[in-house]
């Protein structure tokens, strides 16, 4: 038990968490299994982020950084011998300038507690995805977080400005920076962001804020082939410029699964077209951005770009057609599904879908495939579904379906959800030696002795 | 002689210059003296460039990489025992997807070289600045360059998904990925950009493409007071949403400056409001686009944000509005200038000038500052006018008087030139110890023996 009374001596009982009381906590939002660890921490400073690592260092005690545990990666898993450091007591939102439009808060901050703390201000952050409850800000740039809105303000690595980090041996680096342009040096921050706790702790970040757009109109289009898809995303983006905010695109075999029952949702659109887009434009002028839309779906439709589209005539629309968007849980509803997030070239996506649905079918003709996700960023969402109680026995199998064929297709094993445990065995298919080679240097150079988050990523 | 021959036994006699036929090119594309090194060895293709590394690396000889020498800070200057590496040779565009929105391109292209390029394919690439048409994209990324639209579509660094780089030791990485997406490890192309040539050689680039705009509309406007300016930065951002492209802002006495004879401007509005703004939005539609604008414009007069404006009837207005802000070589008119490229707070920005011009009265009466720059982007250029030919001798003061008052004010003393050899002595007014700390680790993990343009940045 020294473990844990030393850290205890370092930031007092209630920070600790010894590895019976961590039994009793999940170890993820959406798992049903217990957090195993040696201990759990729970600094309410920096400071006491920065006496943790330096005793851990000292005793080669390997820390796992966690935040809102929503990652789906296995990128926040311990063991039994590690420390996990929870940001979850460094959860203040320290400052909101609404003239420079910064936010300063600390990483345990979830990422909803902004949103709303924003909306006096007429401010918002733009990040947005569907942990938004739990997901913390610092895990938020630990994964570079994705979502929904990245068409249109990139994904977290564009909104955060300044980080505090400590590292390994405790050592706290103040980089708060909370101007747009700083080239004074290496921008330091961008190692840590996108780096899953394996090169130093968050801390604190900077963030960069925007105003709030007034208004949001939507619309679910039909389209006839890809093609069509790949030439709706240019003339949309062109026609709304800076305000399409979201271009979600949705395979057949999904739109039926989440309008038909047992799924709450019916179809705005009949179910039988080849694709569907979920189009999104923010703007803050409510009569003419609704025309603006509409002209430009008149104008798609003319083209032959679209074939049968529902406008949303309210905000009750528009939340509707996000809830369709998102209930992907219907695909755990009549088996076990496997989850998946990958980025490839617009252009091969029809191929490499359609190739995928034939190798499923040959390997495995019991599962289903649903093919969905943020096409505007070249991301696409795979669920495969299987028999209840398979999951786990055809994962190797599945995976390699999905992954294998990447490489050749020069796309990405991990668009937005991160390495983690899960996919270190696949980032050899998205990224070079040379590449993997330059990570492990500046890991070495970071974290000499590994202490943190090991064996995750490479 | 044996450098120059043993570099032209590796890319052949046609790739080197030797120190003679060096001193008869421009050190810089604005400076009069001549380039000065052992030899600049001229590559024409990632090969070349790898065994000049090796050859570099194994003799100890110190490397400085070669742009458009577009650059401000002196980050390309090289000694008489250096190599020079100039990319001029490799200016190719290799490829123009038009339907994935990426360009592939060789590090010496010219930025206005693939600005043309992209014509044919009603694409743009966004960054744009000054030095177009000698800059080339290698430097562009190896600087992080800024610019007339950062507010819109972000630096040099938003526009970059991938990079080709040539280590220190000759090791080619090709990191040269196409996807918006990509979270599969450490994102390693944000370690080289605007690393000014000290980690590795740029050799190609994978660039993000936009849809081009259609129309572009214009405006200056004058402004009662410094807190309006904010107020109407907020107000334009909202209002007009996606679309602002430019927020470009001119103190009264550089605007007076650049609208009167000698100058060849005129002024739109009157020379005696306290601040000016040149605003500038890109859209697809040739109708609402300018009355958006318009609006946006009237609701400010309304706000008193603004108190008078001139609006751009045509593509030439707009032209000579641009005209008119970039005719900064007025500061050259009447004396010697030194020019500055600084970052703060917009919330700091008023008083900082104010006690600037203060100081400067002070320290130096017979100096005079005008005011301009990307005021949307918390970044400003001044110009300190000083009598003919003694810009060198006061060049330490006026430094000091810029530079010192920033840290206190959270500001950077580079928003976008980079440091290079001319601001290093002030890296630490903008970064923590600890932070100057990790660049050096970074730098010492990847060019152990300091071979990588020596003396930079820090």
Same mark, same amino acid.
């Given at each position: ?161 300044? !980080? +505090?980090?400590? %590292?390994?041996? $405790?050592? =706290? #680096?103040? /980089?708060?920076? *909370? ?117 430009? !779906? +008149?104008?798609? %439709?003319?083209? $032959?770009? =679209? #074939?049968? /589209?529902?406008? *949303? ?146």
């Amino acid at each position: 038990m020294s473990l844990v009374t030393d850290l205890r001596r370092l930031i007092g009982d209630r920070g600790v968490l010894d590895a019976a009381a961590l039994s009793e906590r999940q170890a993820g939002v959406w798992r049903s299994d217990a957090l195993e660890a040696a201990a759990l921490a729970r600094p309410t400073c920096t400071g006491e982020v920065s006496r943790i690592m330096e005793y851990c260092h000292q005793q080669g005690i390997s820390v796992v950084p966690q935040g809102g545990r929503t990652g789906l990666v296995h990128g926040a898993d311990a063991s039994p011998e590690q420390v996990i450091l929870s940001l979850e007591r460094m959860n203040q939102i320290e400052s909101i300038d609404s003239r420079q439009r910064v936010a300063v808060a600390q990483a345990g901050v979830p990422l909803e507690t902004l949103h709303t703390a924003l909306e006096p201000h007429a401010l918002h952050f733009p990040l947005d995805l569907g942990a938004r409850g739990s997901a913390t800000l610092g895990g938020n740039a630990a994964t570079n977080a994705g979502g929904n809105r990245v068409i249109r303000y990139g994904m977290m690595r564009e909104s955060v400005l300044g !980080l +505090e980090v400590v %590292l390994a041996d $405790g050592t =706290v #680096v103040n /980089a708060l920076n *909370s101007l747009i342009k700083n080239n004074a040096g290496y921008d330091i921050k961008q190692w840590f962001i996108g780096s899953e706790g394996t090169l130093g702790i968050i801390t604190r970040l900077s963030l960069r804020l925007r105003e709030a757009p007034l208004t949001r109109d939507m619309a679910l289009v039909a389209i006839p082939d890809f093609d069509a898809v790949i030439r709706l995303l240019k003339h949309m983006d062109s026609q709304l410029g800076g305000s399409l905010s979201a271009f979600e695109a949705m395979w057949p075999s999904f739109y039926r699964l989440i309008t038909t029952p047992p799924a709450l949702g019916r179809p705005p659109i009949g179910q039988d077209f080849p694709f569907y887009v979920l189009l999104e434009s923010q703007g803050a002028n409510p009569d003419s951005d609704r025309e603006r839309l509409q002209q430009a !779906l +008149e104008s798609a %439709l003319e083209a $032959g770009l =679209v #074939v049968d /589209a529902a406008m *949303s005539q309210s905000e009750q629309d528009c939340a509707g057609f996000w809830a369709l968007r998102d209930d992907v849980e219907q695909v755990f509803v009549k088996g076990d599904a496997l989850l998946f997030d990958i980025a490839l070239p617009i252009g091969e996506m029809d191929r490499y879908t359609t190739e995928l649905e034939v190798a499923l079918a040959n390997a495995l003709p019991e599962a289903d495939l649903f093919v969905f996700g943020h096409l505007g960023d070249g991301n696409l969402h795979l669920a495969i579904r299987v028999p209840a109680g398979n999951a786990d026995s055809l994962r190797p199998q599945i995976e390699g379906l999905v992954y294998d064929p990447l490489h050749a297709f020069k796309g990405s094993v991990s668009a937005e959800h991160g390495i983690g445990i899960e996919k270190k065995n696949y980032l050899s298919i998205s990224r070079s030696r040379e590449e993997i080679d330059l990570m492990r240097g500046l890991k070495l150079a970071l974290d000499p002795t590994g202490i943190l988050n090991p064996g995750k990523i490479f």
